[in-house]
């Protein structure tokens, strides 16, 4: 199991019919599927973590099942290699685009919407962020 990866955003956002607000709840980093990597985003972890890219390339990507590019390796539980204990990414800063476009600018299965934390259906039913978390930044 492999995450999709958590927003990036911090407001409230209209998606189809329904609301979206993260609530850094980690699910989708914990989602099957898989996190791409292009040269930029691998020079831009890489520098972020204070590896050379060929450390990073081994530590933290495999080849995709298609073999068209690296992808990020997960922990042994299925979720993300970057996703900490407390549902946050490590890499927030840097994190793929992936994961900083979604779901905003993905197709998101009405499966999902069950699982994300994060859609309302209304401005009215949006709680507030949780305090001092980050994978929303
Ligand atoms: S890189 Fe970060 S945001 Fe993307 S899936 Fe991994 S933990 Fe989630
Ligand atoms: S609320 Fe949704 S997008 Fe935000 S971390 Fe949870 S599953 Fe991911």
Redo the contacts with the bound molecule.
């Keep these: 199991m492999t ?1 999709l ?2 927003p990036g955003v911090g407001a409230v956002i209209a998606m189809s019919e329904r609301l979206f607000h993260c609530r850094c709840c980690g699910a989708c ?1 914990r989602w099957p599927g898989i ?1 791409r990597l292009n040269e930029e985003a691998i020079t831009a972890i890489a520098a972020f973590l204070q590896l050379s890219q060929e450390e990073f390339r081994q530590q933290y990507t495999r080849l995709a099942p298609d073999r068209k590019c690296l992808i ?1 390796t997960d922990r042994e539980d299925g979720a ?1 290699v ?2 900490n204990r407390d549902n946050l ?1 490590r ?1 927030n800063p840097v ?2 685009t992936q ?1 900083r476009t979604f779901p905003q600018h993905w197709q998101v299965e009405p499966e999902f919407q069950n699982t994300c934390q994060g859609f309302y259906s209304s401005v009215a039913e949006t709680p507030a962020r949780p305090s001092g978390r980050r994978c929303a930044d």
């Design positions: 995450p990866g958590c980093c996190v990020l993300c970057f996703l990414c890499i994190k793929p994961c």
